[in-house]
């Protein structure tokens, strides 16, 4: 269980993300990885320090006023670039940072991989965005309630953060039993 930071204003997004990152490093970690509304969902994500995200993304054009930002302590696939926190759901409209453990994401996998969907990583946390996505599309409803919904399914000790490229203002966060 590691770090947090999400935006939404009139500053830098990245700039204050990358900042709250570097607070937080002392509870050690493996890897970090930011999401920014820069143009589209954006993620950039690096096994290693914060500073190595930092030289990763220097040259990119990161103009946005919502991101967020995580720093990973893997449980779920190794440390790696592919694990590193933000994931993409299924059509990439979706991201999600995540601290915890999703106890029953191997049924929740299953049943999406019947469903076809593929995945990039290893983790428990793709598979609780790629989760959300779905019911979102099931139930036509609003992102707050899909994730509503969707943690009333999940089984575990969380705290997470959602952004879409279609909610361009709108960070959602939760948490249960994590920080
Ligand atoms: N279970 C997630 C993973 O392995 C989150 C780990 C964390 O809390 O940093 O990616």
């Known amino acids: 269980m590691c770090g947090i930071v999400?935006?939404?204003g009139h500053r830098q997004a990245h700039e204050v993300i990358i900042k709250g990152l570097?607070?937080?490093?002392?509870?050690g970690y493996d890897s970090t990885g930011i999401a920014l509304l820069n143009g589209g969902l954006?993620?950039?994500k690096k096994k290693g320090k914060v500073s190595e995200l930092?030289?990763?993304i220097k040259d990119e054009k990161l103009d946005s006023h919502i991101g967020m930002g995580?720093?990973?302590w893997a449980t779920h696939g190794e440390p790696n670039d592919e694990n590193a926190h933000?994931?993409?759901?299924?059509?990439?409209n979706l991201a999600i940072i995540h601290n915890g453990i999703i106890e029953n994401y191997s049924s929740l996998k299953h049943e999406l991989l019947r469903k076809g969907h593929t995945f990039l990583s290893e983790t428990d946390t793709e598979v609780f965005i790629?989760?959300?996505?779905d019911i979102q599309e099931n139930e036509q409803c609003s992102?707050?309630?899909a994730v509503r919904l969707a943690l009333t399914k999940v089984v575990g000790a969380y705290a997470i953060v959602v952004m879409s490229l279609n909610d361009p203002d709108l960070l959602i966060a939760a948490r249960k039993g994590s920080l």
């Not at 570097?22 to 509870?27: G, V």
């Not at 933000?86 to 990439?92: N, R």
């Not at 790629?130 to 996505?133: C, S």
């Open 143 to 145: 992102l707050d309630e």
């Open 86 to 92: 933000p994931h993409y759901s299924a059509t990439k």
């Open 54 to 56: 930092e030289r990763f």
């Open 6 to 8: 999400a935006y939404v």
């Open 22 to 27: 570097k607070r937080l490093e002392y509870r």
């Open 130 to 133: 790629h989760f959300i996505e």
């Open 42 to 44: 954006n993620i950039y």
């Open 70 to 72: 995580h720093t990973r």
